[in-house]
């Protein structure tokens, strides 16, 4: 659904403010997560910046657990889902990563996330991962407001 004027208005309010008060990191261990934090995550830059807010309710186990709300370049609004977070990936060549059998794979940074890659999480309901890697689209900044 798009969003009104008020609402992204509203909304890039609140990320903004997420963004200056939390700190703003190179990397994350997903280990370090509690539940009430909140990472705003960007990836991509200016017109084709998606803007990621992952609210962590339950930190235990292998990936922290939470919703995932999100509003696209175009203004749309992506409704809060459940979503655990697993990390961070970068495409490589056989040169860049020579344990990898394929010409070009993926090569993840499983409970880490770094600026520069990919978001990698799983989203309820789905039976497989999803991999945000979509050209352009590399994590641009990472922003921890602690609970």
């Given at each position: 659904?798009l969003?009104t004027?008020d ?6 309010h609140?990320i903004d403010q997420l963004q ?5 990191l190179e990397?994350l261990r997903?280990?370090?997560?509690e539940?009430?934090?909140i990472l705003t995550?960007t ?7 998606w803007?990621?807010?992952f609210?962590?309710?339950?930190p235990?186990?292998?990936w922290p657990?939470?919703?995932l709300?999100a509003?696209?370049?175009d ?8 979503f655990?977070?697993h ?8 040169e860049q990563n020579?344990v990898q059998?394929q010409t070009?794979g ?12 990919y ?10 991962r999803?991999v ?5 689209q590399?994590?641009t900044n ?6």
């Amino acid at each position: 659904m798009l969003a009104t004027t008020d609402e992204l208005r509203d909304y890039n309010h609140m990320i903004d403010q997420l963004q200056s008060s939390g700190e703003q990191l190179e990397q994350l261990r997903l280990s370090e997560l509690e539940a009430g934090d909140i990472l705003t995550i960007t990836t991509g830059a200016g017109e084709q910046a998606w803007n990621y807010t992952f609210i962590i309710e339950d930190p235990e186990g292998t990936w922290p657990k939470g919703t995932l709300s999100a509003i696209s370049p175009d203004g749309s609004f992506v409704e809060p889902v459940n979503f655990s977070l697993h990390g961070s990936g970068k495409w490589t060549t056989r040169e860049q990563n020579p344990v990898q059998k394929q010409t070009n794979g993926f090569t993840a940074s499983w409970e880490s996330l770094y600026k520069g890659e990919y978001l990698v999480g799983f989203f309820e309901g789905n039976d497989e991962r999803s991999v945000f890697d979509k050209r352009g689209q590399e994590i641009t900044n990472i922003t921890l407001q602690r609970s």
